[in-house]
């Protein structure tokens, strides 16, 4: 029952997944419980169990993994479980494989066994009910205080009270000023758990906004992030309170004027995005690492992101020379160097020279957030205190 509804919730819990087959067979390794594929082309392989992670559990998901390193390089693993404490999430996402729990994912106690909140009844007054139901009929996600005002006829400060009591009686949630989320029926009656697309949400939250998609979300978008991301991160000109809605986070970063540059729109669903294009996330993966998985996995990031053979080197440089950061000139070439040693890459010396122009004789290490230990590049000037990178 429960990988049934899993399978039938994936484009829903996992975005832009779709179901190719169930009970996948690894070769003598055993039968995975989902495969499934993303807008991309990238491999997914998800494996459900109803219990607690524990150290079968995860030995199974790391043998699975490991055959999927041979054979399958770019496919992506996930593991999904009860309950997991943050030190095997930990471990887990460090070999690259995903791991979501029931209730990250939201799902109902009657198909869990796991604890979720009550069911909300709905009390509304006749006004309230014609103004849900509209909402209803036209699929709307996010309500504002004007659409309604204009839908009914009726002032902004009624249309901004009926709002409110949408929210008192469980029927909406306030995400913003003047912006609600519309509660489904089935989650108001405790039938479903409110799983909603992050991308589409972010969407309505920033429509009237300059916004682009950015770092571990738009490595996602563009298929060479290597896990799935449990939040939705946009960048936008103008501080926003982050939202949460259901099984979707969405934060928001807000940078300067200056950086804020290098972004395409992206056909996604029914909708167009605004997304950073590959040297800009490249850039602001590097710059913070700490909303892109880590260090280790912004290298991943970047070396899948050139097995793409769509990265534009004289773009990328460029978008460096923009951001007007020694660090992350001297960070990105230290990287360069470690790809083409491990042969992902065949890095022209002019772009090698360029970085080294963009370079100050101040060290920085790294890894933004580990301590400053580690063998120093004295040609990039920047100290290995990641503990993975030949120098």
Same mark, same amino acid.
């Given at each position: 029952?429960?990988?049934?509804?899993?399978?039938?919730?994936?484009?829903?819990?996992?975005?832009?997944?779709?179901?190719?087959?169930?009970?996948?067979?690894?070769?003598?390794?055993?039968?995975?419980?989902?495969?499934?594929?993303?807008?991309?082309?990238?491999?997914?392989? #998800?494996?459900?169990?109803?219990?607690?992670?524990?150290? &079968?559990?995860?030995?199974?998901?790391? !043998?699975? =993994? /490991? +055959?999927? $390193?041979?054979?399958?390089?770019?496919?992506?693993?996930?593991?999904?479980?009860?309950?997991?404490?943050?030190?095997?999430?930990?471990?887990?996402?460090?070999?690259?494989?995903?791991?979501?729990?029931?209730?990250?994912?939201?799902?109902?106690?009657? #198909?869990?066994?796991?604890?979720?909140?009550?069911?909300? &009844?709905?009390?509304?007054?006749?006004? !309230?009910? =014609? /103004? +849900?139901? $509209?909402?209803?009929?036209?699929?709307?996600?996010?309500?504002?205080?004007?659409?309604?005002?204009?839908?009914?006829?009726?002032?902004?400060?009624?249309?901004?009270?009926?709002?409110?009591?949408?929210?008192?009686?469980?029927?909406?949630?306030?995400?913003?000023?003047?912006?609600?989320?519309?509660?489904?029926?089935?989650?108001?009656?405790?039938?479903?758990?409110?799983?909603?697309?992050?991308?589409?949400?972010?969407?309505?939250?920033?429509?009237?906004?300059?916004?682009?998609?950015?770092?571990?979300?738009?490595?996602?978008?563009?298929?060479?992030?290597?896990?799935?991301?449990?939040?939705?991160?946009?960048?936008?000109?103008?501080?926003?309170?982050?939202?949460?809605?259901?099984?979707?986070?969405?934060?928001?970063?807000?940078?300067?004027?200056?950086?804020?540059?290098?972004?395409?729109?992206?056909?996604?669903?029914?909708?167009?995005?605004?997304?950073?294009?590959?040297?800009?996330?490249?850039?602001?993966?590097?710059?913070?690492?700490?909303?892109?998985?880590?260090?280790?996995?912004?290298?991943?990031?970047?070396?899948?992101?050139?097995?793409?053979?769509?990265?534009?080197?004289?773009?990328?440089?460029?978008?460096?020379?923009?951001?007007?950061?020694?660090?992350?000139?001297?960070?990105?070439?230290?990287?360069?160097?470690?790809?083409?040693?491990?042969?992902?890459?065949?890095?022209?010396?002019?772009?090698?020279?360029?970085?080294?122009?963009?370079?100050?004789?101040?060290?920085?290490?790294?890894?933004?957030?580990?301590?400053?230990?580690?063998?120093?590049?004295?040609?990039?000037?920047?100290?290995?205190?990641?503990?993975?990178?030949?120098?």
């Amino acid at each position: 029952m429960l990988e049934d509804y899993v399978a039938s919730n994936l484009s829903r819990f996992f975005y832009g997944l779709e179901l190719v087959r169930r009970h996948e067979r690894v070769a003598n390794k055993g039968t995975i419980d989902i495969y499934a594929r993303d807008s991309n082309g990238i491999d997914y392989y #998800i494996e459900i169990k109803d219990v607690e992670c524990n150290r &079968l559990s995860i030995g199974q998901a790391v !043998e699975y =993994k /490991a +055959y999927l $390193a041979r054979v399958n390089p770019r496919a992506r693993m996930i593991f999904v479980c009860k309950e997991a404490d943050e030190s095997i999430k930990e471990l887990l996402s460090s070999i690259g494989i995903d791991i979501r729990t029931f209730r990250d994912l939201q799902i109902p106690e009657e #198909i869990s066994g796991y604890e979720t909140s009550k069911s909300l &009844l709905m009390k509304l007054s006749p006004i !309230e009910q =014609k /103004a +849900y139901f $509209a909402f209803q009929r036209k699929g709307t996600n996010i309500a504002r205080i004007e659409d309604l005002s204009s839908a009914l006829g009726v002032s902004r400060s009624w249309a901004k009270n009926i709002l409110s009591k949408l929210a008192k009686h469980g029927a909406a949630q306030r995400v913003s000023k003047g912006k609600y989320a519309i509660i489904p029926p089935d989650v108001m009656y405790g039938r479903k758990s409110y799983a909603v697309d992050p991308l589409v949400l972010a969407s309505e939250l920033v429509k009237d906004s300059e916004y682009y998609v950015a770092y571990y979300s738009a490595a996602q978008i563009h298929g060479i992030a290597e896990q799935m991301p449990f939040r939705t991160t946009v960048a936008v000109l103008k501080q926003l309170r982050p939202v949460k809605i259901g099984n979707a986070l969405v934060s928001f970063v807000t940078l300067k004027k200056s950086r804020f540059f290098g972004y395409e729109e992206v056909r996604y669903l029914n909708m167009v995005l605004n997304v950073s294009d590959l040297e800009k996330t490249i850039v602001d993966c590097i710059d913070r690492q700490d909303l892109s998985g880590g260090i280790a996995e912004v290298v991943r990031i970047f070396s899948n992101a050139i097995e793409t053979r769509k990265l534009n080197w004289k773009r990328l440089v460029a978008y460096v020379r923009r951001f007007r950061s020694h660090a992350l000139a001297q960070r990105l070439g230290l990287i360069m160097e470690h790809l083409e040693r491990c042969r992902k890459v065949q890095v022209d010396p002019e772009i090698i020279e360029e970085l080294l122009r963009l370079a100050s004789s101040r060290i920085y290490p790294l890894d933004i957030k580990a301590p400053r230990k580690g063998k120093l590049s004295k040609k990039w000037k920047i100290i290995d205190n990641a503990g993975f990178l030949e120098i």
